[in-house]
């Protein structure tokens, strides 16, 4: 699902650029977490500057891995790019997941970033893996990483995040980013319980977020892919049936979509 994945460069691009004091690589965190439960993923080598100066990320040489002796025949033999698992060099499975991704500037790194390689990475294989993950766990333990590095970073509700990423937006003038996370949040409520789906329309968060929508008049843009796709005036009139939603659902969508609604039912929009 590249929506989510697409999301999440944007949240971290905006963020990046605020000029506000926040935890982001907290921010960070809740972003990857939330992009993880769509069968997605942060992608770490589209955004990688960013998230290693905010220190979500780490960059360590692979001869670093705490099981690098007992595996250096496979560590040695790495090229280009690569997920590393929990057992290193055996396949992938739910008991075995990836726990880190190693790449070698020399035959990698631009084809990720589209950047020239940091001198001080240059000629090294290196093992990128976040904080909170279990790798990041291990290299605390050996006292690889001390002091705020060594802190796990928190989880923030993600429309807690989206909200901060909005107004960022917002202020940046980027209309674009407003419009995809406009619909794009509103899949938090496919993990609510129905009878903690219609209380989302008192959440500051997401109220906040609809404002900005409303205010910068995102709602127009319809970015008509997967979870950023818009509905459609029929939607309305048929309380979403083709989306094969509930009535906690239905309640929801009708509020939250209302300016698009508006804007429908306007002159502005009949006489396009």
């Known amino acids: 699902m590249h929506e989510f994945e697409a999301g999440a ?6 963020l990046d650029k605020s000029n506000d004091t926040m935890d982001l690589r907290s921010m960070y965190y809740s972003v990857a977490k939330f992009t993880g439960q769509w069968d997605a993923s942060l992608q770490h080598f589209h ?6 100066k905010h220190r979500f990320t780490y960059a360590f040489p692979v001869q670093e891995h705490p099981d690098y002796t007992q595996h250096k025949a496979y560590f040695d033999g790495l090229t280009g790019y690569e997920g590393i698992n929990r057992v290193p060099g055996e396949e992938w499975d739910r008991e075995n997941p990836q726990v880190a991704m190693y790449c070698n500037p020399s035959e990698a790194w631009n084809n990720y970033t589209g950047t020239d390689v940091p001198e001080h990475l240059r000629n090294t294989g290196m093992l990128y893996f976040d904080a ?3 790798l990041w766990q291990r290299f605390v333990d050996a006292g690889k990483l001390t002091g705020a590095d060594a802190v796990p970073p928190k989880e923030i509700p993600i429309e807690e995040v989206i909200a901060e990423v909005v107004t960022a937006a917002q202020q940046q003038g980027d209309v674009d980013i407003i419009s995809f996370w406009y619909p794009l949040i509103t899949t938090i409520a496919a993990f609510e319980a129905p009878e903690k789906i219609i209380p989302l329309k008192q ?14 008049e995102a709602y127009k843009k319809n970015n008509d892919y997967g979870a950023t796709r818009l509905p459609s005036p029929d ?10 939603v509930g009535e906690e659902l239905n309640d929801l969508f ?6 698009l609604r508006q804007w429908y039912e306007s002159p ?3 006489h396009q």
Do not use: C, H
């Not at 939607?235 to 094969?244: I, M, Q, V, Y």
């Open 132 to 134: 909170g993950s279990e």
């Open 9 to 14: 460069d944007m949240a971290v691009t905006a």
């Open 268 to 270: 502005e929009y009949t």
């Open 203 to 216: 959440n500051p968060y997401l109220i906040r977020i609809r404002e900005i929508a409303t205010a910068t």
């Open 235 to 244: 939607d309305f009139k048929s309380n979403f049936l083709e989306w094969g």
């Open 254 to 259: 009708q509020w939250w979509y209302q300016p």
């Open 47 to 52: 955004i990688l500057a960013l998230l290693l």
